[in-house]
């Protein structure tokens, strides 16, 4: 196997939902340079909150303006440029991008791609490239009846969710282009290419359209992820011509082509750079947390909570989703993906602990464990798993032990005390992620939990996280590992390439693991056997209150 050449750099971006996010990882995969672009502080005209526009006229619509990704790529290129990275020693870069979310280029864009002016930023030359100027993305749920039209048209639910990996949930891009089609059909037929916002991104630094990757595309209801083809009949199902938008599937660890001139002209790239294909966003974490062993699961605290495991054999069904694994040729990676995470830890930590992380922890650590039975359910938004509307939930349990469930009931109630309140909304978070866990087939308890995102610096969340899996929790060094996974990833397509074929991804860091940034160390010891016994009993409970909840309320 080739080696990575003495000297090079490998570059990784993540342009989530809050925040485009760069990375830089030397050839012995440590980082050497970081920076962000935060949209809503750094890039304030464009008037998002938490990087989106909430559309108060069409329930559960949810946006985000196509063009600050673009200025945001500006202005991280710039501070980077300023702070001395040499461009020139990058030999290759990828990215992560927000999964589900879509971005329409005119009729005629690709032209635009391939001539742009390297004397002008890339903002003035994108202004008119877009026949829809604001990208739904993946906290919109304004696709309910599109969703089951879909399911419908395919021979139901479980057959979308064996051909394609889920089942129709509205934030995918599959539904979305359907609700694009039937109520804009002018803007639809105006389109010519339509991308993930990972293969937006990959687009413009190839300067030319890159393809949608296997792992990414699988959370589109339109792609067969067992053949790694578009489904006909999903696209059937869909929208008509949709095949000739999308453009061809690629594996994400294959090459799009060189960088264009546009960034060896404006920022001194080597001409011999390499675009390696982008992939979503918990694809790349799973490269970052370097997930390799069925008995691991990665659990992200970010925006949305997600939790990641592999698989050889996946089962899709009616809950979770299956993707092609990004960095393995064969395997799958399994996921469940909560809307609510820590938007909505901060809601509660906001209204409780007077905004503050410090009192929340403390309120945490004064309440034990089971919070005395008290239960809440807690959506600020719109939740995908359940699929519950907004609303806040509850309950005690009554003649509560954690031995068994026998003469126990719950009590609905207005309110919690603040410290009660906290309790309950992580305890409802990580409780919840167990019981659907079990219920999709991942291994519970996990060998061990590697956490990653925003909110796993925080060691109290850690704990509770070790207490109600009863497993240890793991921690990466560096908490952004969809940005630290795109870099990690620029890296093993530089050697698939430079091999001419594919290279299992251990192969580039088995023999310096603990000497990386990839390395994680113990953050939270499992707690009790008895413990985590006990927090399984109160999860059957949620489980029952849960499935009464989503059938009084659910949207499905």
Same mark, same amino acid.
């Given at each position: ?105 005119? %009729? ?19 202004? %008119? ?230 009192t929340f922890n403390k309120l945490l650590e004064q309440t034990p464990p089971l919070n005395g039975g008290k239960l809440g359910f807690y959506y600020k938004d719109?939740?995908i798993l359940p699929p519950l509307p907004i609303g806040f939930h509850r309950y005690i349990l009554q003649n509560f032990n954690g031995a068994s469930l026998e ?38 308890p996990p060998k061990r939990i590697i956490a990653t995102g925003g909110a796993s610096t925080n060691q109290s969340l850690l704990k509770s996280i070790a207490s ?38 251990? %192969? ?49």
């Amino acid at each position: 196997m080739a080696a990575l050449p003495p000297g090079s750099l490998f570059l990784g971006f993540d342009s989530s939902t809050q925040s485009l996010k760069a990375t830089v990882l030397d050839c012995n995969l440590n980082v050497i340079q970081l920076d962000q672009i935060h949209f809503d502080s750094d890039l304030p005209h464009y008037k998002t909150k938490d990087g989106v526009y909430r559309d108060p006229s069409d329930s559960g619509r949810i946006v985000s303006p196509t063009l600050m990704w673009i200025e945001a790529l500006d202005l991280v290129l710039q501070r980077l440029s300023k702070s001395g990275l040499d461009f020139g020693k990058v030999a290759a870069l990828s990215g992560s991008g927000q999964q589900h979310g879509s971005v329409y280029w005119k %009729n005629g864009s690709s032209s635009l791609l391939s001539s742009l002016d390297s004397n002008k930023p890339l903002l003035d030359q994108f202004r %008119n490239a877009f026949s829809i100027s604001e990208s739904p993305i993946w906290m919109d749920s304004s696709t309910t009846a599109q969703c089951r039209e879909i399911e419908q048209a395919v021979g139901g639910a479980i057959e979308l969710a064996r051909i394609t990996g889920s089942r129709g949930y509205e934030r995918f891009t599959g539904p979305q282009i359907k609700k694009i089609f039937q109520k804009q059909p002018d803007v639809y037929n105006s389109t010519e290419r339509i991308s993930l916002v990972s293969s937006f991104m990959a687009s413009i630094f190839a300067g030319k359209y890159a393809s949608i990757d296997h792992a990414d595309g699988a959370g589109m209801n339109l792609m067969d992820i067992e053949k790694k083809t578009w489904s006909k009949v999903a696209l059937e199902a869909t929208a008509p011509g949709l095949e000739e938008k999308l453009g061809a599937l690629a594996p994400a660890y294959a090459v799009v082509g060189p960088i264009a001139s546009y960034f060896v002209e404006r920022y001194k790239f080597s001409k011999d750079c390499l675009v390696v294909h982008w992939s979503g966003d918990n694809p790349n974490s799973l490269a970052g947390l370097t997930l390799s062993v069925p008995g691991d699961l990665g659990i992200s605290l970010g925006t949305s909570d997600t939790v990641i495991g592999i698989s050889s054999d996946p089962k899709p069904g009616l809950e979770g989703h299956v993707f092609p694994n990004p960095v393995d040729t064969k395997g799958y990676m399994v996921m469940l993906c909560y809307k609510n995470g820590s938007l909505t830890r901060e809601e509660v930590r906001n209204s409780c602990a007077q905004s503050s992380w410090e009192t929340f922890n403390k309120l945490l650590e004064q309440t034990p464990p089971l919070n005395g039975g008290k239960l809440g359910f807690y959506y600020k938004d719109h939740e995908i798993l359940p699929p519950l509307p907004i609303g806040f939930h509850r309950y005690i349990l009554q003649n509560f032990n954690g031995a068994s469930l026998e003469g126990v009931s719950e009590q609905e109630v207005k309110e919690f005390d603040p410290p009660s309140e906290v309790r309950a909304i992580v305890e409802g978070q990580f409780l919840s992620m167990r019981g659907h866990a079990e219920r999709f087939g991942m291994p519970v308890p996990p060998k061990r939990i590697i956490a990653t995102g925003g909110a796993s610096t925080n060691q109290s969340l850690l704990k509770s996280i070790a207490s109600v899996f009863g497993c240890g929790v793991y921690t990466v060094q560096r908490p952004d590992s969809a940005s630290l996974g795109a870099a990690l990833r620029a890296a093993h397509g530089w050697i698939c390439n430079k091999n001419g074929s594919f290279v299992p991804i251990a %192969n580039l860091y088995s023999d310096k693991l603990e000497k990386s940034s990839l390395s994680c160390k113990l953050s939270a010891s499992a707690g009790s056997d008895e413990v985590a016994s006990k927090y399984g009993v109160m999860m059957k409970k949620r489980m029952e209150i849960e499935k009464r909840l989503v059938e009084k309320l659910g949207r499905h």
